[in-house]
């Protein structure tokens, strides 16, 4: 699967619940995905194809080639 190699996100897994009159009725289990983009980064000098997830990208983490 998908994986951040900056902050190693990757899937999380969890419970949605259906709330019905102030009751949790049922419960089946559900994906987090994290949001993973393919860029050109520099990596030890040169360019290389590295998967990095978007919230790296939007803190200045990885140095775009």
């Given at each position: 699967?998908?994986?951040?190699?900056?902050?190693?996100?990757?899937?999380?897994?969890?419970?949605?619940?259906?709330?019905?009159?102030?009751?949790?009725?049922?419960?089946?289990?559900?994906?987090?995905?994290?949001?993973?983009?393919?860029?050109?980064?520099?990596?030890?000098?040169?360019?290389k194809r590295i998967s990095v997830c978007?919230?790296?990208?939007?803190?200045?983490?990885?140095?775009?080639?």
């Amino acid at each position: 699967m998908a994986k951040c190699e900056i902050c190693e996100k990757t899937l999380a897994h969890g419970n949605k619940l259906s709330i019905t009159r102030s009751h949790i009725s049922k419960r089946s289990t559900r994906t987090w995905k994290p949001n993973i983009r393919s860029v050109k980064a520099m990596v030890d000098g040169e360019p290389k194809r590295i998967s990095v997830c978007a919230k790296c990208l939007r803190a200045g983490k990885v140095k775009r080639a």
